[in-house]
């Protein structure tokens, strides 16, 4: 019992920690949006990095907050129905409707890690020092590496799936037992 709460706390503080993570890459955002608008309404020198940069880092954000989201059970829900039911209830109505949830995780997990791949195996051409570089990359000037950020896809899955795994082994215990499981 003691290695599944060791997991089940390591799996809650990583996805607070990328939560914590992504409050700053969010004041990134700000910082590089700010400076686009400025550069373009004010200076009329728009940048190809600052909006590509901004749309890259929005995107990881995005893809890396659900397992932060699902930590806090922040996702919708029919309120109207499930908020007025015991924890018990809940537990079991959250067990019934977790196989969706697990098809919906492991099929998301299963296309994005084939979308990253596909974009980290792709030859675009890009060279150093000689050497050719496989990855895709964007087709502006700038022309940053895509797959790193692709990777943020099924990486951001298997955070959500494990806290998932967290959520159902909390439910199990309260519809058996009608008790919270504890952390200590």
Known sequence: MDNLRTFMMAVEKTNLFV??????????????????VIMRYFFGMPTNWGHETMLSLFAMYYVMVVGVAHTWRAHVRVDVFYATR??????????????????FVLVYIYTSWNFYWSSQMMHAGNTLFGIEII?????TDWAPPLYPIKFMMPFGGVLLLLQGIVWTIRDTHMAFTGRELNEH
């Open 19 to 36: 939560g914590k993570m992504m409050a700053y890459i969010s004041l990134i955002c700000v910082v590089v949006i700010s400076f686009e």
């Open 86 to 103: 015991t924890p018990r209830t809940r537990a079991i109505l959250d067990l019934i409707t977790c196989c969706f949830f697990y098809c």
């Open 135 to 139: 990855g895709e990359n964007s087709f």
